[in-house]
């Protein structure tokens, strides 16, 4: 029996019996089956669920953006009486940005990035044919200082590129409100941009949903961001719904196995368990690592320098998980790459058990190469998509001389160790999903025994719950293998879950470090302190029904 | 799914295939149906075709069978495609690769070197190569090759660069892998595909090449090929059609067919592709 809710009169938005047909040869036939859920006036309402899920189907269809070949068969989207999937396109476009806006999850690939930000603004005016161009400058400019973009003057004559991801999505939110409309649907909106910039777009829209009176359908696949914003909750998997009702009661008392399973999968307001550090000698010490990022000037051009990694030192023992947090451009990666010897950093040690890395070369850097491995961030990147899985463990072993059959017989039994099974040796990449192929990639990874493993955002392309089972692998390998991991990642909550020690890094530089108890129960820096207040959801889910 | 059945999946590359190897078979079956020279005088000159037995296809200016010239050409016009197509890519591939690998003042000077080859109108520099060499099927393979190469180069050199940051590339350099195996193993099979679409158009250009130079008189003297037929047609093409009809077809299905068997390889090479039909 699909979940269903009887429509009031205030409702804005009715789905109801919603099929959406996908194209034959998808790997199932329906992409959304039987949902029905509302959007009430002046109310938040979020769509959750993991890639797949079909959540942003709904959506599209009440756009009138379909993708070609997936159409809706059944049910009816009502919308101010009308039902909008009997609309023809030019009735969808007239209605499009008028009554219902939209943010998208990227917002620098859903701005022009050759028109000013005024232009594209006036332009939502423009298509709607109201006001005169000037008078579009003007409300383009009233919009740009509702949404807070600093220094709005200026702004309104910025490209997109000029600006921060967070400024370009109140760009993209300026835009959508343009015309007041009665309901917003954001996309993912969030979902690109920093914790603390997160945490400033969820704080406007939320603002702004209160002070227009709109009312919002929220799609996110974060149950953090949903018990930080909504007011109603639509769990979605496999395109049915599984569970509909009030946010504080879905997110209390979930009744369903499965929302139960993705809400217990975020560590949210989870305090890092007490770890014993080893007072062992260190593996891994770095001492004042320099790298500078120096991008070619040209002809009357001055060259530009980013200075990615500032004196950064710290030491990783043996056995020992450390976490470096940070957000975009504070050197997280770098740190990561100088380490694995992908860049070559400009001053510094790189000290593994006494043997300097930061300096090697050409054969004697291969010679040493084995010792270092990484698990990288981007599953479907990371895999050669023309080998074969067990040839793409088996390649190090065999670069550093193990015999062929050997080495693919070890990748057999890797294979089995991360949970795929020997089998999977024989196959191509593209026939495993994310989750395996980053089981895959630890595997690569552990195939030359390496003292230190290196993971950069090893977790953050996967959906929450296949997250919560690949950090389960790696906890569970390193207590196997006594691994010592570098554990590079944005998350704090990721960082809580698996890490000893914690250090938080910023513009290049060390802010603090410390036990991951400490530095999550009793942060001494600002800027920990705002990080920490910026995860989503980590006040306890009833701060989100205001 | 066997490699074959995989390319016989499309339907244009079979049929592509088949026109390829009625073309080989041509050439092969040449010296045993018309043991005779093609250059030989046999009956009168400007026979229609279709009107005397022995003459499917008519004689020429000079009373030279046309079928028979039409069989011995195959031979030179597919030699003279694969074998400057062949050539070209040994000089290509690896120049690309090394440049977009490695990147920098090695990338600056091969690139340099190319782009020497790429200024010179290259029709022009194929006659100037021919004319100095002489005439001789080595020479013309020669000359096409050299004029063929530089957009290999630069196809593989543009692949390579946007490939060697490719974190599975990193994890290959991670692991410790030599740049020679990184190169061959890891990036070159993933630019196999573009290469093997303009590897299938050089041969049908080069095919078209070879067809002008003969036509300019370049071609070597001692063999007959399409590109000469059609030379030599072109001054009777009002009151003797077949004569330049035929070859035309000929040299228009071989390339074609190259065309489509080029296509089907890349399909079936691709492993994603093929397992997801």
Request: hydrophobic share 50%; with cysteine; glycine share 8%.
């Given at each position: 029996?699909?979940?269903?809710?009887?429509?009031?009169?205030?409702?804005?938005?009715?789905?109801?019996?919603?099929?959406?047909?996908?194209?034959?040869?998808?790997?199932?036939?329906?992409?959304?089956?039987?949902?029905?859920?509302?959007?009430?006036?002046?109310?938040?309402?979020?769509?959750?669920?993991?890639?797949?899920?079909?959540?942003?189907?709904?959506?599209?269809?009440?756009?009138?953006?379909?993708?070609?070949?997936?159409?809706?068969?059944?049910?009816?989207?009502?919308?101010?009486?009308?039902?909008?999937?009997?609309?023809?396109?030019?009735?969808?476009?007239?209605?499009?940005?008028?009554?219902?806006?939209?943010?998208?999850?990227?917002?620098?690939?859903?701005?022009?990035?050759?028109?000013?930000?005024?232009?594209?603004?006036?332009?939502?005016?423009?298509?709607?044919?109201?006001?005169?161009?000037?008078?579009?400058?003007?409300?383009?400019?009233?919009?740009?200082?509702?949404?807070?973009?600093?220094?709005?003057?200026?702004?309104?004559?910025?490209?997109?590129?000029?600006?921060s991801g967070?400024?370009?999505?109140?760009?993209?939110?300026?835009?959508?409100?343009?015309?007041?409309?009665?309901?917003?649907?954001?996309?993912?909106?969030?979902?690109a941009l920093d914790v603390t910039t997160?945490?400033?777009?969820?704080?406007?829209?939320?603002?702004?949903?209160?002070?227009?009176?709109?009312?919002?359908?929220?799609?996110?696949?974060?149950?953090?961001?949903?018990?930080?914003?909504?007011?109603?909750?639509?769990?979605?998997?496999?395109?049915?719904?599984?569970?509909?009702?009030?946010?504080?009661?879905?997110?209390?008392?979930?009744?369903?196995?499965?929302?139960?399973?993705?809400?217990?999968?975020?560590?949210?307001?989870?305090?890092?368990?007490?770890?014993?550090?080893?007072?062992?000698?260190?593996?891994l010490?770095i001492?004042?690592l320099n790298k500078v990022f120096r991008s070619?000037?040209?002809?009357?051009?001055?060259?530009?320098?980013v200075r990615a990694l500032e004196d950064v030192?710290l030491?990783l023992?043996?056995?020992?998980t450390v976490g470096i947090v940070g957000e975009s451009g504070s050197g997280k990666s770098t740190l990561g790459r100088c380490v694995v010897r992908l860049e070559h950093p400009d001053?510094g040690?790189l000290?593994?058990?006494?043997?300097?890395l930061s300096?090697?070369?050409?054969?004697?850097?291969?010679?040493?190469?084995?010792?270092v491995q990484m698990i990288f961030q981007d599953p479907y990147a990371s895999?050669?998509?023309?080998?074969?899985?067990?040839?793409?463990?088996?390649?190090?072993?065999?670069?550093?001389?193990?015999?062929?059959?050997?080495?693919?017989?070890?990748?057999?039994?890797?294979?089995?160790?991360?949970?795929?099974?020997?089998?999977?040796?024989?196959?191509?990449?593209?026939?495993?999903?994310?989750?395996?192929?980053q089981?895959?990639g630890?595997?690569?990874a552990?195939?030359?025994?390496?003292?230190l493993i290196v993971a950069d955002e090893a977790v953050s392309a996967l959906?929450?719950?296949?997250?919560?089972?690949?950090?389960?692998?790696?906890?569970?390998?390193?207590?196997?293998?006594?691994?010592?991991l570098l554990f590079i990642t944005h998350d704090l909550?990721v960082a809580?879950?698996i890490c000893?020690?914690i250090v938080v890094m910023q513009h290049g530089r060390i802010v603090?470090q410390?036990?991951?108890?400490?530095?999550?129960?009793?942060?001494?820096?600002?800027?920990?302190?705002?990080l920490?207040?910026?995860?989503?959801?980590?006040?306890?889910?009833?701060?989100?029904?205001? | 799914?066997?490699?074959?059945?995989?390319?016989?999946?499309?339907?244009?590359?079979?049929?592509?295939?088949?026109?390829?190897?009625?073309?080989?078979?041509?050439?092969?079956?040449?010296?045993?149906?018309?043991?005779?020279?093609?250059?030989?005088?046999?009956?009168?000159?400007?026979?229609?075709?279709?009107?005397?037995?022995?003459?499917?296809?008519?004689?020429?200016?000079?009373?030279?069978?046309?079928?028979?010239?039409?069989?011995?050409?195959?031979?030179?016009?597919?030699?003279?495609?694969?074998?400057?197509?062949?050539?070209?890519?040994?000089?290509?591939?690896?120049?690309?690769?090394?440049?977009?690998?490695?990147?920098?003042?090695?990338?600056?000077?091969?690139?340099?070197?190319?782009?020497?080859?790429?200024?010179?109108?290259?029709?022009?520099?194929?006659?100037?190569?021919?004319?100095?060499?002489?005439?001789?099927?080595?020479?013309?393979?020669?000359?096409?090759?050299?004029?063929?190469?530089?957009?290999?180069?630069?196809?593989?050199?543009?692949?390579?660069?946007?490939?060697?940051n490719r974190e599975y590339v990193e994890a290959?350099r991670l692991?410790?892998?030599?740049?020679?195996?990184?190169?061959?193993?890891?990036?070159?099979?993933?630019?196999?595909?573009?290469?093997?679409?303009?590897?299938?158009?050089?041969?049908?250009?080069?095919?078209?090449?070879?067809?002008?130079?003969?036509?300019?008189?370049?071609?070597?003297?001692?063999?007959?090929?399409?590109?000469?037929?059609?030379?030599?047609?072109?001054?009777?093409?009002?009151?003797?059609?077949?004569?330049?009809?035929?070859?035309?077809?000929?040299?228009?299905?071989?390339?074609?067919?190259?065309?489509?068997?080029?296509?089907?390889?890349?399909?079936?090479?691709?492993?994603?592709?093929?397992?997801?039909?």
């Amino acid at each position: 029996m699909p979940i269903t809710e009887n429509p009031s009169a205030d409702t804005v938005l009715s789905i109801r019996d919603l099929n959406i047909a996908l194209p034959k040869g998808a790997d199932r036939a329906l992409a959304v089956e039987d949902v029905s859920y509302e959007v009430k006036r002046g109310e938040i309402m979020c769509v959750v669920g993991e890639s797949g899920s079909g959540k942003s189907m709904a959506a599209n269809a009440v756009m009138g953006l379909l993708p070609k070949g997936v159409n809706a068969t059944h049910g009816e989207i009502l919308f101010e009486g009308q039902d909008l999937l009997a609309l023809t396109e030019k009735q969808h476009r007239a209605l499009r940005g008028l009554k219902i806006g939209m943010i998208f999850q990227e917002p620098m690939t859903a701005l022009n990035p050759l028109m000013r930000v005024g232009a594209q603004i006036a332009e939502v005016f423009e298509a709607h044919g109201q006001f005169t161009p000037k008078e579009r400058q003007a409300r383009a400019l009233e919009l740009l200082i509702e949404v807070g973009i600093p220094q709005p003057e200026k702004a309104i004559r910025a490209y997109p590129f000029e600006l921060s991801g967070g400024q370009r999505q109140r760009v993209m939110i300026a835009m959508a409100l343009a015309l007041e409309p009665i309901l917003l649907i954001a996309d993912e909106p969030t979902t690109a941009l920093d914790v603390t910039t997160q945490a400033q777009i969820l704080e406007l829209i939320r603002d702004l949903q209160q002070r227009r009176g709109m009312s919002v359908m929220f799609i996110t696949h974060d149950f953090g961001v949903v018990a930080e914003i909504a007011n109603r909750v639509c769990v979605m998997r496999h395109g049915k719904i599984v569970e509909l009702g009030d946010a504080k009661s879905v997110l209390e008392k979930p009744q369903d196995a499965y929302t139960q399973a993705l809400i217990a999968a975020i560590p949210s307001n989870a305090v890092p368990p007490h770890r014993e550090t080893s007072q062992v000698a260190p593996l891994l010490e770095i001492k004042q690592l320099n790298k500078v990022f120096r991008s070619r000037g040209g002809f009357l051009k001055p060259s530009r320098e980013v200075r990615a990694l500032e004196d950064v030192s710290l030491t990783l023992a043996r056995g020992e998980t450390v976490g470096i947090v940070g957000e975009s451009g504070s050197g997280k990666s770098t740190l990561g790459r100088c380490v694995v010897r992908l860049e070559h950093p400009d001053s510094g040690e790189l000290l593994l058990d006494g043997v300097n890395l930061s300096q090697l070369k050409g054969d004697a850097l291969r010679r040493e190469r084995h010792r270092v491995q990484m698990i990288f961030q981007d599953p479907y990147a990371s895999l050669n998509p023309r080998t074969k899985v067990g040839m793409a463990i088996a390649q190090g072993p065999i670069a550093n001389g193990t015999p062929k059959a050997a080495a693919l017989k070890q990748a057999g039994e890797l294979l089995d160790m991360v949970g795929l099974g020997a089998s999977a040796v024989e196959r191509f990449p593209h026939e495993f999903s994310g989750g395996q192929r980053q089981r895959i990639g630890i595997a690569r990874a552990l195939a030359l025994n390496p003292e230190l493993i290196v993971a950069d955002e090893a977790v953050s392309a996967l959906d929450v719950s296949i997250q919560a089972q690949v950090l389960e692998l790696l906890e569970e390998l390193k207590q196997r293998l006594s691994l010592s991991l570098l554990f590079i990642t944005h998350d704090l909550r990721v960082a809580a879950h698996i890490c000893d020690r914690i250090v938080v890094m910023q513009h290049g530089r060390i802010v603090e470090q410390g036990s991951a108890e400490q530095i999550f129960l009793a942060p001494k820096e600002a800027y920990t302190q705002d990080l920490l207040k910026a995860i989503p959801g980590r006040e306890a889910p009833v701060a989100a029904t205001a | 799914m066997s490699f074959f059945a995989r390319f016989a999946q499309n339907r244009g590359a079979l049929v592509g295939l088949i026109i390829l190897l009625l073309i080989i078979a041509m050439a092969i079956l040449a010296p045993l149906l018309f043991p005779e020279s093609p250059w030989r005088m046999v009956q009168r000159p400007f026979l229609p075709p279709l009107s005397q037995d022995g003459f499917p296809l008519g004689t020429d200016t000079m009373g030279r069978n046309v079928a028979s010239g039409l069989m011995h050409g195959a031979w030179v016009s597919l030699l003279i495609g694969l074998v400057s197509t062949s050539v070209a890519l040994l000089i290509g591939v690896p120049l690309g690769a090394i440049a977009g690998y490695y990147g920098g003042i090695i990338d600056d000077i091969l690139m340099r070197f190319t782009e020497f080859f790429q200024t010179i109108p290259n029709f022009a520099l194929a006659i100037v190569l021919v004319a100095i060499m002489q005439p001789s099927i080595t020479s013309i393979v020669l000359a096409i090759a050299i004029v063929s190469w530089p957009p290999v180069a630069r196809l593989v050199r543009a692949e390579f660069m946007s490939l060697r940051n490719r974190e599975y590339v990193e994890a290959a350099r991670l692991v410790g892998q030599s740049n020679t195996t990184i190169i061959l193993r890891q990036i070159l099979p993933n630019t196999l595909s573009p290469i093997i679409v303009l590897a299938s158009l050089m041969v049908a250009t080069a095919i078209l090449l070879e067809s002008a130079l003969s036509f300019l008189g370049l071609g070597d003297p001692n063999v007959m090929s399409w590109g000469y037929m059609i030379g030599a047609a072109r001054t009777v093409i009002r009151q003797a059609w077949w004569l330049s009809f035929f070859p035309g077809v000929a040299i228009l299905l071989t390339v074609l067919a190259l065309n489509l068997v080029g296509e089907g390889l890349d399909d079936a090479l691709n492993p994603k592709l093929s397992r997801e039909r």
